[in-house]
């Protein structure tokens, strides 16, 4: 594995967790997504090494200083190339998707969201040429900016779970990482005063607006919790200041960002859990083949728990509309 130092200071890179037991995962006849599947994966947590069971609940509890983690080996099964886009069908058997979904059920619930490739509890997540230059998980051309996932939305998922099945070969691709608890201590007394205060809107991403005129959502801090073991919610491309000082108060967060974070070069079989209440994330620009060999990445969203979005959800499918 392949991790990256920060450009000005050093960020703390996320703990390690080597399996320290073989980890067989039994295969499972239920479709990709369905509950049957969901609960089979539920009862297959016990199958995953104890040291990895242990370090998932540690992190439920205290998401540590960088917000993230990263399980090596899980399994992933037989690959065959890399589809061409994220809704393309494959080959594949479903051991990866077991594999994350398994993962996900000890972190709490598995969740899809309707404009993200249809609401599917495991996405592909595969460079697209059409996207290479957007802000989108698809693209390559460009640095995915630093964000907290769906920080726009009013169920936005706790964790983010990446499984990387094929690397960038050219190892560019790096998954980058800030934690608050890194960032905040750099910041101006002043600016981090700002930023615990309700002073900040998010664009809704255009692509949850099915062409609608896009909506902002109500002023909120971007820092909270305590000024010990602050949170975060940030968009460097969606998120505005309500007032001068606010913007100039985002303006220097996203400078601390830039000069202070750290990145991670994901390889087969890795597994990097984000707390996406504590660290924000993106990704390097890289360069595809488009030869069936490019990266090759599973994404997988938990909530806490089910509950809060049951008036927006169908089964696992978040539904919230945006837009006018």
């Known amino acids: 594995m392949t991790q990256s130092a920060t450009l000005v200071r050093r960020h703390s890179e996320p703990p390690i967790v080597t399996a320290d037991s073989a980890w067989g995962l039994p295969s499972t006849p239920y479709p990709v997504g369905s509950e049957a599947f969901v609960d089979a994966a539920q009862r297959s947590g016990h199958d995953v090494p104890a040291n990895v069971r242990r370090s998932i609940v540690d992190f439920t509890r205290d998401a540590g200083v960088t917000g993230a983690m990263l399980i090596e080996g899980a399994p992933i099964g037989m690959l065959p190339e890399t589809p061409a886009r994220p809704t393309t069908p494959t080959s594949k058997d479903s051991v990866s998707e077991f594999s994350l979904v398994t993962i996900a059920r000890l972190l709490g619930e598995p969740v899809g969201y ?29 640095d995915l900016m630093f964000h907290t996932e769906a920080a726009f939305h009013p169920h936005r998922p706790h964790y983010l779970l990446l499984l990387c099945l094929r690397g960038d070969r050219d190892g560019l691709a790096r998954t980058t990482l800030a934690s608050a608890r890194e960032v905040a201590p750099l910041l101006s007394p002043g600016t981090r005063n700002t930023l615990f205060e309700p002073r900040f809107r998010t664009a809704v991403d255009e692509s949850y607006l099915d062409g609608r005129a896009t909506t902002w959502g109500a002023a909120e801090p971007v820092l909270y919790g305590t000024p010990e073991q602050p949170h975060m919610l940030f968009d460097a491309d969606l998120m505005v200041g309500t007032d001068p000082a606010a913007d100039r108060a985002l303006a220097e967060l996203s400078e601390a960002v830039a000069g202070h974070h750290t990145g991670v070069v994901l390889e087969p079989g890795n597994l990097l859990i984000v707390d996406n209440t504590v660290a924000i994330h993106g990704r390097s620009q890289f360069q595809p083949r488009f030869d069936g060999f490019d990266r090759w990445l599973q994404r997988t969203f938990v909530v806490a728990d089910l509950a809060a979005s049951v008036a927006e959800r169908h089964g696992r499918i978040i539904t919230t509309r945006f837009g006018r």
């Open 114 to 142: 309707l404009p993200e490739h249809g609401g599917d509890l495991v996405q592909n997540i595969v460079p697209v040429a059409q996207s290479a230059q957007r802000q989108v998980s698809t693209s390559s051309k460009v």
